[in-house]
């Protein structure tokens, strides 16, 4: 006979787990649903696992439980469930009843008393029973034939707890853990427990005294009077709180074991939920495969591929794909195109296409709008022809990327599976992967690239109304979609960069290194591979005998924090950090650049990634631009081979002062920070004054330095941890040092308050132009996690606002330029800096024209600063 086994899963737990694991996801009719999505993904892998012959999820009742009447503050601090996750109960049920799995819940009781009742009842049955939570306290319930599953991070991983692993983990009995509750309390559920109690503490006790009870009888053998006189003072709270902690396994429930067998699922009405809910991956794990993954399955489409291109194959609007298969378009190969319209779906390929003229016509007409993938891309890659692509007006990368910023995922079918479209498939699973990659023959090619645009066609409107329901429609309309060309334009533009220049940098550093190198080893006694951290370990840890702060599998670490600790202790790891810094220059900037200079225009044209990060920033790659480092002057020194492209012309910089502080006054309203930036007063110096109650003439450049790293410091929601690292102080001293702050500018204070509770109720936060950043690990209930998250959610409304300026100030640039007939190109966008190039006689223009427009970009409640220079080079310009 078949061993029984009973599943018992904490509905409301892993409901509220699912929800806030998830990012917020909407089906076509505007419904959350991660939630249902999370919880599904828990009763799969349960069901596929387990194998149960009987289950039920219980639910909490309502607010109010008999634990109530011993303490009416009972689980008073939690807050209101997010409607988001209200509408989603109802689904929740729905699902499990097309699961055949009992839900029961009881008045006045909560789901843990359900859960404790029927655990108990099984385990006298001779079942095996597996309970599922994400809230410790069932751990109680673990025993010989109980085992109790935690989630962790995520939704489907689980911590197994058995009476071993508790004994393990705590040193304790599945019993005691109520103990352990009843002296440390739990914040989720608001029992007090007592003052000063811990997790340590407890576990300390409770291994010598065994209950609360034989604790608050002996509490003369307790060592520490502090605690002994806690103890006393809260003894009554003790016990309450045991009580409070402790599931009441026999709640007069009205289900035996007979009632909660499980059968199976009832297959169409789960698939016909899954198809409501928008559940597409789920449906393929049910053997309701997706067509796209099957090629014989998807339903047949009627295309064209014309012998000639004529004009009568565009409308107003079109649906436009570009095909290439390598990520740096600025040299794929194009494959072909297609079109989408009221007249029919049409396939070109590249060769009939990039030779017509009606093609090119029409690509460069204004009048004729076209839905696009990837704007940018599209526009590069034409111009390599000679085509200037016009009138994109939608872009579907740009709008999928605004909504979930998050979300990298950019193959078109990855998308379209997410709005339940499937009449298309992956580019991998068609083209293959790797060196089994390869196109297959016109026909075939044809057809994928059709769906490809008749995909988009189905998305745009889906894509419109989520945008526009998130009220970010104007964000994608006026800025996203316009930024998309400009920045096609400085990508195509690029920036001159003189060869010999970098060449002759390449032989001064190699010099630099062999001379270092050399000291290193003198240094050493001995010469040995510097690049080998073994042979480094040894000559550091066992020769010169320095202090090993951390040691690796394969030995000791010489990690560069491990390094920096070291740099007191002896004169040879300033050399060593040196030698690595500059190598690094030399393979990956001098060597690096040399390497993507293009032989025809002496330029490098770097790509710009416009949907890649979740704050907004643009970032760039091949090469990236923005990352040369300027800290040692050989590496600002790279920036002198990086010149005008024309005789005649300088290199121009603008970038904006402090604008992620003048931000922060700006959201977070603070009076002081805002008459600061009023009255052009230093910053740093100010809040020096501030935090360290002295005059202006006081401030030594020390108080400003630890000014300046706790001004930056908040802006990137920094902990005492991390500003204690950066001054080189205490931890505690670092705490003081953000409390006086925050004390001394109470609008800062009130903002990182409000804006954590905002994004717990709504599961994001937004920038000033309603950029949104999802944030499912902000009820985290690891602190590390819901810390991080804590700290995204200060930073992201600053750092996505000045990104929103910048590229705001970007577009305001480009039309002013246009307006006044200048011939000045912009070229770069690096951090809160724009660079252009631009003929000598315009730079009195320029010197007027640029601050202007930029410190204009946005109305805020501080005055925006942007400083300016000019030079032969972008290194002159500084």
């Known amino acids: 006979m ?99 799995i009992s839900r029961y819940e009881l008045e006045n009781y909560e789901a843990d008393d359900i859960i404790g009742t029927l655990s108990l009842m099984a385990e006298a049955d001779g079942f095996e029973v597996k309970v599922i939570s994400g809230d410790k306290d069932l751990t109680q319930l673990s025993s010989k034939a109980t085992t109790v599953g935690i989630t962790r991070k995520g939704i489907t991983d689980i911590e197994e707890y058995t009476p071993e692993h508790i004994n393990e983990k705590y040193g304790l009995t599945p019993e005691q853990i109520i103990d352990m509750k009843g002296l440390m309390g739990d914040a989720s559920d608001n029992i007090p427990g007592v003052p000063g109690v811990g997790e340590k503490t407890a576990i300390k006790l409770l291994k010598e005294f065994s209950t609360v009870e034989n604790l608050l009888q002996s509490l003369d ?62 449906l393929d794990k049910l053997g309701e495969a997706a067509p796209e993954t099957q090629t014989n399955r998807l339903e047949e489409i009627a295309f064209t ?37 009221k007249k029919g ?34 526009e590069v890659s034409l111009r390599r022809y000679g085509i200037h692509l016009k009138g994109t007006d939608f872009d579907i990368v740009i709008a999928t990327y605004l909504l979930n910023p998050s979300d990298s995922q950019e193959d078109l079918a990855a998308i379209a599976k997410k709005y339940q479209l499937y009449n298309i498939q992956s580019d991998e699973s068609f083209y293959g992967k790797g060196a089994k990659q390869k196109v297959p023959e016109e026909s075939v090619l044809a057809e994928h690239l059709v769906r490809k645009a008749i995909t988009m066609s189905e998305l745009k409107a889906k894509l419109e109304a989520e945008l526009k329901k998130n009220e970010q429609y104007e964000l994608f309309t006026e800025l996203e979609m316009p930024l998309s060309l400009i920045l096609a334009d400085m990508e195509s533009t690029g920036i001159k960069v003189e060869r010999k220049r970098l060449e002759a940098m390449g032989r001064e550093l190699n010099e630099r290194l062999i001379e270092i190198e050399e000291k290193i080893c003198e240094l050493a006694g001995e010469k040995f591979n510097i690049n080998s951290p073994k042979q480094l370990g040894v000559i550091l840890f066992e020769k010169l005998n320095l202090p090993s702060f951390k040691k690796t599998k394969t030995g000791y670490s010489t990690s560069a924090d491990v390094l920096e600790k070291l740099a007191p202790h002896h004169e040879i790891v300033e050399h060593i950090l040196l030698y ?25 044209h770097t790509r710009f990634q416009q949907t890649l990060t979740a704050t907004g920033r643009l970032s760039s790659i091949d090469p990236n631009l923005q990352n040369i480092p300027i800290r040692l002057e050989e590496g ?100 003081q040092f953000i409390e006086r702050y925050l004390n001394s500018y109470p609008g800062v204070k009130e903002y990182m308050e409000d804006i954590i509770h905002s994004a717990k ?13 999802y944030l499912p690990d902000i009820t985290s209930r690891n602190f590390n996690i819901r810390s991080f998250a804590e700290r995204t959610a200060m930073n992201t409304p600053i750092q996505g606002s000045a990104a929103d300026i910048i590229k705001k100030a970007m577009i305001d640039m480009d039309e002013a330029l246009k307006d006044k007939g200048l011939k000045t190109r912009l070229l770069l966008q690096v951090h809160d800096e724009l660079i252009f190039e631009a003929p000598e006689e315009e730079i009195e223009i320029l010197k007027e024209l640029v601050p202007l427009v930029m410190e204009n970009a946005i109305e805020l409640d501080v005055p925006l600063k942007v400083d300016y220079a000019y030079g032969p080079t972008w290194f002159d310009a500084k």
Request: charged share 30%; hydrophobic share 40%; net charge neutral.
């Open 761 to 773: 109720q709504k599961g994001y936060v937004t920038t000033l132009l309603q950029r949104r950043r």
């Open 345 to 378: 779906a049409f396939y070109f390929s590249s060769e009939l296409a990039l030779r017509s003229d009606v093609f090119k016509n029409w690509a460069e007409d204004e009048q004729s709008k076209k839905i696009v993938y990837d704007a940018k891309r599209s």
């Open 2 to 100: 078949n061993k029984k086994k009973l599943v018992l899963i904490d509905g409301n737990s892993i409901a509220y787990r699912a929800f806030f694991a998830l990012p917020l996801l909407n089906n076509d009719k505007g419904i959350h649903t991660n939630a249902v999505y999370g919880f599904t993904m828990m009763l799969m892998k349960i069901l596929e696992e387990e194998k149960p012959t009987h289950m039920l999820v219980a639910f909490d009742a309502g607010k109010t439980t008999f634990r109530h009447k011993t303490f009416e503050e009972y689980k008073g601090g939690r807050q209101k469930t997010p409607p988001e996750l209200s509408e989603q109960f109802p689904f929740i049920r729905e699902l499990l009843d097309a699961y055949g």
């Open 305 to 341: 591929i014309p012998s000639a291109i004529t004009e009568d194959l565009f409308t107003e609007e079109n649906y436009f794909y570009v095909e290439m298969l390598d990520d740096n378009y600025h040299h794929a190969d194009i494959l072909g195109f297609s079109v989408v319209n």
């Open 636 to 735: 600002r020194k790279i920036r002198q081979a990086f010149v005008p492209s024309e005789e005649g012309w300088v290199i121009f910089s603008a970038d904006y002062s402090q604008i992620e502080l003048r931000v922060l006054a700006h959201i977070a309203g603070d009076k002081k920070l805002i008459q600061a930036f009023k009255d052009g007063m230093d910053i740093h110096t100010k809040t020096a004054m501030e935090v360290f109650h002295v005059d202006k003439d006081e401030v030594t450049s020390n108080m400003r330095r630890q000014a300046k790293a706790v001004n930056f410091g908040i802006v990137y929601g920094i902990s005492d941890y991390g500003l204690s690292q950066n001054l080189g102080i205490s931890r505690k001293e670092a705490g």
């Open 221 to 282: 053998k307790v060592s520490g009077n502090k605690l002994k006189e806690k103890l006393a003072e809260f003894t009554d709270q003790a016990l309450m709180s045991k009580q409070l902690a402790t599931i009441e396994r026999k709640a007069p429930i009205e289900v035996d074991l007979g009632d909660i067998t499980f059968e199976g699922f009832q297959r169409e009405k789960v698939v016909n939920l899954f198809k409501e809910l928008g559940f597409s991956s789920l």
């Open 580 to 604: 690595r810094q500059l190598g690094k220059l030399q393979s990956t900037y001098i060597e690096g650049l040399l390497k993507v200079i293009d032989p025809k225009t002496e330029k490098i």
